[in-house]
C-alpha cells in the first residue's frame, strides 16, 4: 500500500511523505522531504514531432531510363515570366553602369600595379620584360588581358612586335572610393574587387596567394554573397533556378530525378535550386575538384537529407571517378565548364554522364575584363589548353552554342541575351543529350556455394517462384526446388539439409480485403517465419539467408503508386519494398 503525507505546498514547490507498506502493514520504504519543484520553461515551446521520410534510392551504378521531358523550347517558353522579371532586376540595380565602373577601376588598378612592377625609367615593355622584373611567367595571360583592358581605357598602348607603354595616369582610389556609394547592391562585388586589385602587385610577384584572398578570413562571406545574391550571379540563377523549377513540374511523379551538379562551390546554385526540389525522389549529387568547400555545404545544406557530396574533376574520367554512364537526369554546371583544360573532352564527358534526352544545364559568363578581379587572378582560371580558346577561357554565346552542337548536345536554348546593359555578359544554356540504347547490366550470376530453396504460400505464386528458380538454376546447370513452404520446424530442418550454404526466398501472396481473412493470414504468416526460426536454432540447424518477396503494399508515395488502388499485405511485412534480403540467425 502507499501513503502520502502532503507536508508544505507552495506557488513553486511541493513537500510530501511517501511510506509504502505490505498488506499486513509493515513498512518496507520510507521516503521523507520529498521535493517537487517547478522548473521555468518557455511557454511557446511547441511540441517535437517525429516521422520516418521514405525516399526513392535509384541504383546510382545502373544508367537512367530515356528523359520524359518536352523540349527545351517549350521548358524556356513556360519561363518568359521569370526571364522579364530578371531583366527588370538588371535594369533596378544599374547593370550597365556598375560592369562600367568595374572595369574602369580594374583598369585603373591594373596599371598602377605595373607601374609597381616596373622600374620608374621603362618607356616600353614586353611580356618578357614583366617576367625579368619579378611577375611569375604563369600570370601571362593574365597581364595581356590586364593590358588588353587598360589600353581600352586609355591607359596603355601596343605597338610593333607586341611592345608595351604605360598611358596616361592611373587614379584608382576615388574610383574606389565611389563605387560602394553609387552601387550599394554591389557590395560584394567591390569587396573582393578592391581586395584583389589592391594586392596585384603581390599576386604577380606571387608574394600573395589570389586563391588564399578570395577565400580567406574576412572574404568567406563576401564570396558567398557574390555567387549567391550579388547581381552579376543572382540574375541568371534566377533563370537556372526557373528552368528546374518546369522541369521538376514536368518530371513524372512515379520517377526518381537524378542530378549531378558540377563545380558546385560555394553552393549559390545550389542554394537557388534545392527548395526546387521533391525531396521523397531527388538525388542530388553536390560535386567540385575539391572536397574543400563540403564541410561549409553540409552545414548550409544539412535540411536537405537527399543531398550527397563527391568530388569530379572534369579533367579525368568519369567512370575512374565513380561515375557512370546515363546515370544523370540533369546535370547543372553554374560557371564551371569554362575550368576544363579542354572543352570539348569535358563535354562529351558530360554528355555521357546524361541518360538519353537528359539536359545540362549551364550558367557561363562571357566578359572576360569583369572577371579580371574576381577568378581572373587565380592560376587556374588560366588553365586552358585547347585550339577553341587561344586566348581567354570564356566563350560567347554563339560558340557556346557551336561547341554544344560539335560534342553531340541537342535542341540548344539560351537565356539571358535580352538582360539591357548585360546581353554580353552571360547565359543560361539548356541542352539536350541524344536519344540513345542503354546497355542493361546483366544479371549477377548466383553463388556457386548457395544452394537455393524457393518455397511458396500458396499455388498462386507457382509461376513467379518457377521464373525465380529458373533465374537461381544458372542456366539448368544446378536444380533449384519450388515448394510449398513447409509447415512446422521438422519439415523445414528437412528442406535445409544438404550440402552448400541455404538460402531460402519466400513468395508471399496477395492480401485477402476481408479484415478477417486478413488477420488469419497474418497469424499463418508469423507462425511459417516462427518455425523456420525454430529450424534454424536447433543445435544442428542451418543458419539460411532469407528472401521475403511481398507485394507492393500502397504504403508509399510516388515512385511506389497511390495508395488508393493498393491493399497493404498483411503481416510478414519486411519493409516499403518488394523485397528484403534479413538473415535468419
Request: net charge negative; charged share 20%.
Amino acid at each position: 500500500m502507499l501513503h502520502v503525507r502532503d507536508r508544505t505546498r507552495g506557488a513553486t514547490e511541493l513537500c510530501f511523505d511517501i511510506t509504502v507498506t505490505d498488506p499486513d502493514g509493515s513498512v518496507t520504504v520510507e521516503l521523507d522531504g520529498v521535493r517537487m519543484r517547478r522548473v521555468p520553461g518557455r511557454a511557446d515551446r511547441a511540441p517535437m514531432r517525429y516521422e520516418t521520410a521514405l525516399r526513392a534510392a535509384p541504383h546510382l551504378r545502373l544508367p537512367a531510363a530515356a528523359s520524359p521531358l518536352p523540349g527545351n523550347h517549350d521548358l524556356a517558353g513556360a519561363v518568359t515570366p521569370s526571364v522579364e522579371a530578371a531583366q527588370a532586376d538588371a535594369l533596378s540595380v544599374r547593370f550597365a553602369d556598375s560592369v562600367t565602373r568595374f572595369k574602369q577601376l580594374t583598369a585603373h588598378m591594373a596599371a598602377a600595379a605595373f607601374t609597381d612592377l616596373l622600374p620608374a625609367d621603362t618607356a616600353e615593355f614586353t611580356l618578357s620584360d614583366l617576367v625579368r622584373h619579378g611577375m611569375l611567367p604563369g600570370h601571362d595571360r593574365l597581364a595581356r588581358a590586364l593590358l588588353g583592358l587598360m589600353s581600352r581605357h586609355c591607359l596603355a598602348a601596343v605597338g610593333d612586335g607586341e611592345r608595351w607603354r604605360l598611358t596616361g595616369t592611373a587614379d584608382p582610389e576615388p574610383l574606389a572610393a565611389r563605387l560602394p556609394l553609387n552601387f550599394p547592391a554591389w557590395s560584394a562585388e567591390v569587396q573582393l574587387a578592391v581586395r584583389q586589385l589592391s594586392h596585384l602587385p603581390q599576386v604577380l610577384r606571387g608574394e600573395r596567394d589570389a586563391l588564399h584572398l578570395l577565400t580567406g578570413q574576412g572574404c568567406q562571406e563576401a564570396l558567398e554573397q557574390f555567387y549567391d545574391v550579388a547581381p552579376s550571379c543572382r540574375l541568371h540563377n534566377r533563370l537556372v533556378a526557373a528552368l528546374v523549377a518546369e522541369i521538376v513540374r514536368a518530371w513524372p511523379q512515379d520517377r526518381p530525378l537524378r542530378i549531378l551538379e558540377i563545380g558546385a562551390g560555394t553552393g549559390g546554385t545550389t542554394a537557388a535550386v534545392l527548395p526546387l526540389l521533391p525531396p521523397e525522389r531527388a538525388v542530388y549529387h553536390f560535386t567540385d575538384v575539391s572536397a574543400a568547400f563540403f564541410a561549409r555545404a553540409r552545414h548550409r545544406f544539412g535540411d536537405h537529407s537527399f543531398v550527397d557530396y563527391r568530388t569530379f574533376d572534369l579533367n579525368a574520367d568519369p567512370a575512374e571517378q565513380g561515375f557512370t554512364d546515363g546515370g544523370y537526369d540533369l546535370v547543372v554546371a553554374a560557371n564551371a565548364l569554362h575550368t576544363a583544360t579542354n572543352l570539348r573532352t569535358a563535354l562529351s564527358r558530360v554528355r555521357a554522364l546524361l541518360a538519353p534526352g537528359g539536359r545540362l544545364l549551364a550558367f557561363e559568363a562571357h566578359d572576360t575584363d569583369y572577371l579580371l578581379p574576381f577568378s581572373g587572378t587565380l592560376t587556374s582560371f588560366w588553365a586552358h589548353d585547347d585550339e577553341l580558346r587561344p586566348g581567354s577561357p570564356l566563350l560567347g554565346r554563339n560558340q557556346w552554342r557551336d561547341v554544344l552542337r560539335a560534342c553531340g548536345l541537342t535542341d540548344i536554348v539560351c537565356l539571358g541575351d535580352t538582360f539591357e546593359g548585360a546581353e554580353d555578359m552571360a547565359s543560361v544554356l539548356l541542352a539536350s543529350a541524344p536519344a540513345y540504347g542503354i546497355a542493361q547490366p546483366a544479371l549477377p550470376r548466383p553463388d556457386v556455394d548457395t544452394r537455393w530453396i524457393v518455397a511458396t504460400e500458396s499455388e498462386a505464386e507457382a509461376p513467379l517462384a518457377e521464373h525465380v528458380a529458373g533465374l537461381l538454376s544458372d542456366g539448368a546447370t544446378r536444380s533449384v526446388p519450388v515448394t510449398p513452404a513447409p509447415s512446422d520446424p521438422e519439415a523445414w530442418s528437412a528442406s535445409l539439409a544438404g550440402a552448400g550454404d541455404p538460402a531460402v526466398v519466400l513468395v508471399l501472396g496477395e492480401a485477402p480485403a476481408d479484415p478477417q481473412a486478413m488477420l488469419d493470414q497474418a497469424v499463418r504468416r508469423a507462425g511459417m517465419l516462427r518455425d523456420l526460426a525454430s529450424a534454424c536454432l536447433s543445435p544442428d540447424g542451418a543458419r539460411p539467408a532469407l528472401w521475403l518477396v511481398t507485394r507492393p503494399s500502397g504504403a508509399l508515395p510516388a515512385p511506389n503508386g497511390p495508395p488508393s488502388h493498393r491493399t497493404p499485405p498483411s503481416g510478414a511485412w519486411p519493409g516499403p519494398w518488394p523485397t528484403n534480403t534479413p538473415t535468419c540467425e
